[in-house]
């Protein structure tokens, strides 16, 4: 029976029943210390589930002695349901076979989260066949991490699948970020007085029972046995540490070899039966001897696994003993092992002092880990082979991957600080240089480019792979605007094109720097580099083309991680090419997997993207919340889109000042402040400043000519006309506006060309551009730029009442969109879910949701509706 904890059944049983009556699902992390009844309401939680019908129910305990074991936890989760990984997609089946130790092929599926959302499809399919599954993670404080990352993604992305996932933890050791949280409070009097009647305590030994135990449930249970009064202290301890006194008291009660056996079975940790017995030999011990133990309720053997009744028991076990015994049971658990990883989990614990062989073996367990995409673990496994390594540069090589693996597992505050430790024990150049790398990662994540570029221009003298530091550097001092380093960076790097393309761009030398970085985009075999330089080049069709293509691949091989960063480029093309609800249904995603996968620092970034559209779209509010915490690489999006915003509505002089300063400042080399020109070109005209619209013009037409992208040549030909009041440069822009790829710029060409022409009177021939003009603003929902030429359309004498319907897919949530899509299509709800990282019951939830929206009732009517995707 439980006390005292109505507040919670009600709150889990409410989970359970959303998930049973309306498929909805739901994770929930309870919080709380050691013997505070975490466990005791998972365990209620599975009794209210079966009582109501329910049937699956997966459950894994982390395991402080395999912590340290990558997908560990993952491995006791699954152990019932291996069977079913040949029903799961096949990127997601590979991963999931890699991380169980089972026959699959790993090469192609390094990603860190595919296990994750292996683990998501694989509860949901139970939830399919039989009503609402179960998962429970109980002391998820010991989980390994890649267990961890894994159930983390799970239970952050749980929609309409009828799962409910259930994690306890102690109050530290488990971020669980993402989750709502209940915070485990001790027991009222009351609920403790009616405990302890229940269990016959006398009356008038509640109080001090009452008090001593600060209500804390297990003390209660446990500390209290017959004629047992709870150990006393001149100072008060922690309930804890008074619970495992208690223990340690019973535990000193019994046979000698009863203790030996405890002491053994809590350096090993994990219950495996034969591990324990083969170390139990050489003591001449054996399964007899845990009778006792067994007997006092402090262990339950079980088959061939003895388990702890709580793990404040196996604390008290193990600490209970004197050092030397912990060292020879562990030699002996050693010995015994028939696991690597087990094998030299003992033989560290039983290190004393450096020993090489013992640090070779722990950095074999950690590439072990690596390759299973257990990054977290590796990077732990490493900490612990450099402690045991006598050389000192070999401790600092140790000490710099598992910095370089804590940064592939996303923290990193945690890999500075490695980084840091290895750099105080080595002065060795090129290690050096390798830290350098990792802190500049460190610095650019943080939002510090200048920092990044300053430590790899530094030390990639030194480095093995100076060429590719370089480059790097001259890549992050591009994207934040330092045109100094870049030109520094070209003079040590004379033969690299890359490098002197960009110099040759921050020179103003177009037509040397374009062709320079065409030749690259047309050779390289990185698709989301050669998508970010085609954006850089304004070849539209290239960099949608190639980021749609690597969005696709991270798709189809399940790379969760990496796609937030491919979407952001995508999206960036999307919106050039005016697909502005598709990008915003691309960032929704990336935001969503960013915050899914433990990286929302990136957000802020990911939102800064949208900052054009909310600028074209007259909406002030929305640009000042998306841009409000873009860190400074993105602060170019930010301040061209707020220049283009001043300029669509009217406020020539605050355009025409916030576009000087991109064209004096740090990064008026980048994409946006070249297309910033062609609006400085606009507003220096309406502002009455000729003599600052011919700088800007003669700018942007020496990147135009240089690109000879037809929309980059219409524009320039549009700032022509600007300048010289004249119709052939506008019917020019009209042509080449033909094989444009940016809508908005063709209808702004529209859209002047038509004022001209009803300047000019000529009213009626005004009416055809700025009807073109009045289609695409409505599209792209550029309320101010309509609004204009919906007045301009006016004064040519027809009417604009009728607004133009929005197309079907507006209506519709960033994800219904992106679902809709791809079942347009014909992909299979089940190939939408591999491809969005969603299970397939959340797929149809959101083709529920969008169907009525688009006035349909099923898939069979998405193709006649919708052009596929």
């Known amino acids: 029976m439980l006390y005292g904890r109505n507040l919670e059944r009600t709150r889990i049983a409410t989970?359970?029943?959303?998930?049973?009556?309306?498929?909805?699902?739901?994770?929930?992390?309870?919080?709380?210390?050691?013997?505070?009844?975490?466990?005791?309401?998972?365990?209620?939680?599975?009794?209210?589930?079966?009582?109501?019908?329910?049937?699956?129910v997966l459950r894994v305990a982390g395991v402080e002695a395999e912590s340290n074991l990558a997908y560990a936890g993952l491995n006791q989760l699954l152990w019932h349901v291996r069977d079913r990984l040949d029903a799961l997609p096949g990127a997601q089946a590979s991963a999931l076979?890699?991380?169980?130790?089972?026959?699959?092929?790993?090469?192609?599926?390094?990603?860190?989260?595919?296990?994750?959302?292996?683990?998501?499809?694989?509860?949901?399919?139970?939830?399919?066949?039989?009503?609402?599954?179960?998962?429970?993670?109980?002391?998820?404080?010991?989980?390994?991490?890649?267990?961890?990352?894994?159930?983390?993604?799970?239970?952050?992305?749980?929609?309409?699948?009828?799962?409910?996932?259930?994690?306890?933890?102690?109050?530290?050791?488990f971020a669980g970020s993402g989750l709502p949280e209940l915070l485990l409070e001790r027991l009222a009097p009351d609920d403790a007085e009616r405990l302890l009647a229940d269990r016959d305590v006398p009356r008038r030994a509640r109080p001090r029972v009452i008090r001593e135990s600060q209500g804390n449930p297990l003390a209660l249970r446990e500390l209290i046995t017959a004629g047992r009064r709870l150990p006393c202290s001149p100072d008060p301890l922690p309930v804890?540490?008074?619970?495992?006194?208690?223990?340690?008291?019973?535990?000193?009660?019994?046979?000698?070899?009863?203790?030996?056996?405890?002491?053994?079975?809590?350096?090993?940790?994990?219950?495996?039966?034969?591990?324990?017995?083969?170390?139990?030999?050489?003591?001449?011990?054996?399964?007899?001897?845990?009778?006792?133990?067994?007997?006092?309720?402090?262990?339950?053997?079980?088959g061939r696994s003895v388990a702890f009744r709580h793990p404040l028991i196996l604390t008290a076990a193990y600490q209970g003993a004197v050092a030397t015994q912990r060292i020879a049971v562990h030699e002996a658990l050693a010995d015994s092992a028939d696991d690597l990883d087990c094998r030299v989990r003992h033989r560290a614990?039983?290190?004393?002092?450096?020993?090489?062989?013992?640090?070779?073996?722990?950095?074999?367990?950690?590439?072990?880990?690596?390759?299973?995409?257990?990054?977290?673990?590796?990077?732990?496994?490493?900490?612990?082979?450099?402690?045991?390594?006598?050389?000192?540069?070999?401790?600092?090589?140790?000490?710099?991957?598992?910095?370089?693996?804590?940064?592939?597992?996303?923290?990193?505050?945690?890999?500075?600080?490695?980084?840091?430790?290895?750099?105080?024990?080595?002065?060795?150049?090129?290690?050096?240089?390798?830290?350098?790398?990792?802190?500049?990662?460190?610095?650019?994540?943080?939002?510090?480019?200048?920092?990044?570029?300053r430590l790899l221009t530094d030390h990639a003298g030194s480095a093995d792979d100076r060429d590719a530091m370089l480059r790097d550097a001259a890549d992050y001092a591009w994207t934040s605007g330092n045109a100094p380093a870049v030109l520094t960076i070209a003079e040590t790097c004379p033969d690299d094109p890359f490098v002197q393309g960009l110099a040759h761009q921050i020179r103003g030398d177009h037509a040397r720097g374009v062709p320079m970085l065409a030749a690259i985009l047309a050779r390289s075999a990185d698709r989301l580099r050669a998508a970010q330089l085609a954006l850089v080049l304004g070849d539209d069709r290239a960099a949608l083309d190639l980021a749609a293509a690597e969005a696709g691949r991270c798709r189809r091989h399940g790379l969760v991680g990496?796609?937030?960063?491919?979407?952001?480029?995508?999206?960036?093309?999307?919106?050039?090419?005016?697909?502005?609800?598709?990008?915003?249904?691309?960032?929704?995603?990336?935001?969503?997997?960013?915050?899914?996968?433990?990286?929302?620092?990136?957000?802020?970034?990911?939102?800064?993207?949208?900052?054009?559209?909310?600028?074209?779209?007259?909406?002030?509010?929305?640009?000042?919340?998306?841009?409000?915490?873009?860190?400074?690489?993105?602060?170019?999006?930010?301040d061209s889109a707020r220049a283009l915003l001043d300029l669509a509505l009217g406020r020539h002089d605050d355009a025409l000042r916030r576009l000087g300063r991109i064209a004096h400042g740090a990064r008026r080399h980048g994409t946006h402040a070249i297309l910033?020109?062609?609006?400085?070109?606009?507003?220096?005209?309406?502002?009455?400043?000729?003599?600052?619209?011919?700088?800007?013009y003669e700018r942007f037409t020496a990147w135009a000519n240089a690109s000879k992208q037809p929309w980059a040549l219409a524009v320039a030909a549009r700032c022509e006309a600007l300048l010289t009041d004249e119709e052939e440069p506008f019917l020019h822009a009209s042509e080449l506006h033909e094989h444009s790829?940016?809508?908005?710029?063709?209808a702004r060409t529209e859209l002047l060309y038509g004022e001209w022409l009803r300047r000019s009177r000529r009213r009626s021939d005004a009416r055809t551009p700025l009807r073109s003009a009045v289609e695409t603003f409505e599209r792209l929902r550029a309320a101010p730029w309509l609004d204009r030429a919906r007045a301009e359309l006016r004064a040519t004498g027809e009417s604009t009442n009728v607004p133009?319907?929005?197309?079907?897919?507006?209506?519709?949530?960033?994800?219904?969109?992106?679902?809709?899509?791809?079942?347009?299509?014909?992909?299979?709800?089940?190939?939408?879910?591999?491809?969005?990282?969603?299970?397939?019951?959340?797929?149809?939830?959101?083709?529920?949701?969008?169907?009525?929206?688009?006035?349909?009732?099923?898939?069979?009517?998405?193709?006649?509706?919708?052009?596929?995707?």
Not at 22 to 41: D, F, M, P, Q, V
Not at 838 to 860: D, Q
Request: proline residues 5%.
């Open 15 to 56: 989970l359970l029943a959303e998930a049973r009556d309306h498929r909805r699902s739901g994770a929930l992390l309870l919080r709380g210390e050691a013997g505070i009844g975490k466990s005791a309401l998972l365990d209620d939680a599975e009794t209210v589930l079966r009582t109501s019908g329910g049937t699956h």
């Open 97 to 173: 076979r890699t991380a169980l130790d089972t026959p699959g092929d790993p090469a192609d599926h390094r990603d860190r989260f595919t296990a994750g959302l292996a683990v998501l499809t694989l509860l949901a399919d139970l939830a399919e066949e039989n009503g609402p599954a179960l998962c429970l993670v109980d002391d998820a404080q010991w989980l390994d991490g890649a267990t961890a990352a894994a159930l983390l993604f799970a239970a952050r992305r749980l929609t309409a699948d009828g799962v409910v996932m259930l994690f306890a933890a102690r109050d530290a050791g």
């Open 240 to 302: 804890a540490d008074r619970v495992a006194a208690a223990f340690r008291e019973r535990i000193a009660e019994l046979p000698d070899k009863a203790r030996l056996m405890l002491l053994i079975a809590a350096a090993e940790g994990r219950g495996h039966m034969p591990t324990l017995l083969g170390a139990a030999r050489r003591f001449d011990a054996g399964l007899a001897d845990l009778a006792d133990a067994e007997r006092a309720g402090l262990v339950e053997v079980s």
């Open 349 to 453: 614990s039983a290190a004393m002092v450096p020993d090489e062989d013992v640090a070779r073996e722990l950095q074999e367990a950690a590439e072990r880990a690596r390759n299973r995409t257990g990054y977290a673990t590796a990077s732990a496994l490493y900490r612990q082979a450099a402690e045991l390594t006598p050389d000192t540069q070999a401790r600092a090589g140790r000490l710099t991957a598992a910095a370089d693996l804590t940064l592939q597992a996303g923290n990193i505050e945690e890999a500075e600080e490695l980084a840091a430790s290895a750099e105080r024990l080595t002065t060795a150049p090129a290690a050096r240089a390798r830290l350098a790398r990792l802190h500049a990662t460190v610095e650019y994540e943080r939002g510090d480019p200048r920092t990044a570029v």
């Open 562 to 638: 990496a796609l937030p960063n491919v979407l952001q480029t995508h999206a960036h093309a999307q919106i050039m090419t005016g697909l502005h609800a598709d990008a915003e249904a691309s960032i929704a995603e990336a935001v969503a997997l960013a915050r899914d996968t433990g990286l929302a620092r990136r957000t802020g970034r990911l939102g800064a993207t949208l900052a054009r559209v909310a600028a074209i779209e007259g909406d002030e509010d929305r640009l000042h919340d998306l841009t409000r915490d873009a860190p400074p690489p993105d602060g170019g999006y930010a």
């Open 676 to 696: 910033s020109a062609a609006d400085q070109v606009e507003a220096a005209v309406r502002a009455n400043a000729p003599d600052r619209a011919r700088p800007a």
């Open 741 to 746: 790829t940016r809508p908005f710029e063709r």
């Open 804 to 869: 133009t319907a929005p197309h079907v897919l507006e209506l519709l949530t960033p994800q219904e969109r992106q679902v809709v899509r791809l079942a347009a299509d014909g992909t299979s709800s089940r190939e939408i879910a591999a491809q969005l990282f969603l299970s397939p019951r959340t797929v149809e939830y959101h083709l529920y949701k969008a169907y009525p929206k688009l006035g349909i009732s099923s898939r069979k009517e998405l193709s006649d509706l919708l052009e596929p995707a």
